[in-house]
């Protein structure tokens, strides 16, 4: 099973409410990542977990709060958006974090669309 | 920071092949190249990767220059269903993030 999973698939919310996307693999990959991709861009990295514990925040405002229950589950807490927050948001996994330069494979799922209102 | 320029798009016709470059001239010398696709409402799919020399996989064969400072993604031959967005991808020295180029727009014609 090569599958990373995402949960909702669509997701519509206001600027006050609080909303969770969900990720989930079960390749036995120790390393997870969080991706923000705008129309038309290529991705941008915003977090890594390795071995469930937060690697990198890339600089992501606190709106935006990842949570790494245990090494199959990844979530994305989300409160307070803005519209410009809109954007398809990428789950990620590797087996580990891999040193610089190893040849370590990301999956990706197929992300969660999120419109913020 | 390492980075990766491609074109922003390009044709081919179906059952032939097709040529995509990747320019990334700041290359450091542990860093692999990543190539990945990504079809319309998907994420990205990887593709293939390599570090010094060229690589093939069912999908696809990387070439990779002798001083590394470019690589071409070669898709034997292209069906409808390789319509996607190619992205160039290095592993940043000194990190393990992946630094994504813009992507070519790749467009094949029946």
């Known amino acids: 099973d090569t599958e990373v999973t995402q949960t909702p698939k669509h997701l519509v919310m206001g600027m006050t409410n609080k909303k969770s996307l969900k990720c989930e693999q079960h390749m036995g990959h120790r390393a997870m990542y969080w991706y923000k991709q705008k129309a038309k861009k290529p991705p941008e990295l915003m977090f890594v977990?390795?071995?469930?514990?937060?690697?990198i925040n890339e600089s992501v405002p606190s709106r935006f709060s990842p949570e790494c229950p245990n090494s199959s589950l990844l979530n994305l807490h989300l409160h307070a958006l803005q519209p410009e927050d809109s954007a398809l948001y990428l789950c990620a996994s590797s087996q580990t974090l891999g040193l610089a330069g190893s040849g370590e494979t990301q999956y990706f799922g197929p992300g969660t669309r999120l419109l913020v209102l | 920071d390492a980075k990766t320029t491609q074109p922003n798009s390009m044709e081919s016709n179906e059952e032939e092949p097709v040529h995509l470059p990747c320019n990334h001239s700041t290359i450091s010398g542990t860093d692999y190249i990543h190539w990945y696709r990504q079809l319309p409402s998907q994420g990205p799919e990887y593709v293939i990767h390599?570090?010094?020399s060229n690589v093939n996989n069912r999908m696809a064969s990387l070439a990779i220059a002798e001083d590394r400072k470019s690589s071409t993604l070669i898709l034997h031959r292209a069906t409808l269903r390789d319509a996607a967005v190619y992205y160039c991808?290095?592993?940043?020295?000194?990190?393990?993030?992946?630094?994504f180029g813009t992507g070519t727009r790749l467009k094949v014609l029946a």
């Open positions: 977990y390795s071995y469930e514990k937060l690697s």
């Open positions: 991808i290095l592993r940043e020295s000194g990190t393990y993030k992946y630094i």
């Open positions: 390599g570090l010094t």
